[in-house]
């Protein structure tokens, strides 16, 4: 299986897709040494870990690609081993990625990872998402509140509700099956279904525009 990362990040509108690529290769190297210590992840076949991973993470960049030019603060709800918190980072330097986590060793090792790809743009949280939802200094701060295989997109608007800024965006990352589930409960809207590289799933994103551009 081949799978070309340059084009799909240059179909992303990545900054710079020829170096997000190497970073990338560094990412999968420092993030299935670190597994063998911290359980992050069950992909480690290299293709399937470009796929399922990284172009699963950038894929927001193809769909939102206003919302991505715009934005300059991005809060990601349980960012866990990276996901797409590094990602999102390497590819669009402009943006400061906030990563939120409530397990200490997942924040440390994407903090460190950060550090190691020369990320400055990324700031991790060990906190729950409901905390800091309550908190001053996070209050309409960012522009694009995101999530990727977290939890329903109820629970995750409620726990963030006070988060994006007043003309900011919810776009979480799912299948089409949880965003079925979620639009039972929420008004909200899905792109159409896409798949990705090499028909490695079907996926979606479920988003709520606060205020229409």
């Known amino acids: 299986m081949n799978f070309d990362l340059i084009q799909y990040a240059l179909e992303c509108n990545a900054a710079d897709p020829q170096k997000f690529a190497a970073q990338a290769e560094n990412l999968r190297d420092i993030i299935l040494e670190a597994n063998k210590s ?6 480690t076949d290299p293709v399937e870990f470009m796929v399922k991973h990284v172009a699963d993470s950038l894929a927001i960049g193809k769909f939102f690609p206003e919302e991505i030019a715009n934005a300059r603060e991005v809060a990601d709800l349980g960012c866990g081993g990276g996901f797409p918190t590094l990602v ?12 939120i986590d409530s397990t200490g060793k997942k924040v440390r090792l994407v903090q460190e ?3 190691k790809l020369g990320l400055s743009n990324v700031s991790v949280i060990h906190a729950r998402v409901e905390e800091l939802n309550r908190k001053k200094q996070f209050m309409h701060r960012f522009d694009i509140v995101t999530a990727r295989a977290v939890a329903q997109g109820k629970i995750l608007a409620k726990y963030a509700s006070n988060m994006p800024k007043e003309n900011g965006s919810f776009i979480f990352y799912k299948t089409p099956q949880q965003a079925a589930e979620d639009l039972e409960t929420l008004r909200w809207q899905t792109t159409p279904a896409y798949e990705l ?3 490695m ?3 979606v994103f479920l988003y709520k525009r606060l205020c229409s551009r």
């Open 38 to 43: 911290v359980n992050l992840t069950r992909i």
């Open 88 to 99: 999102l980072a390497m590819a669009y330097p402009h943006l400061h990625v906030t990563g």
């Open 113 to 115: 990872t950060a550090g």
């Open 197 to 199: 590289p090499l028909d």
């Open 201 to 203: 799933g079907t996926r």
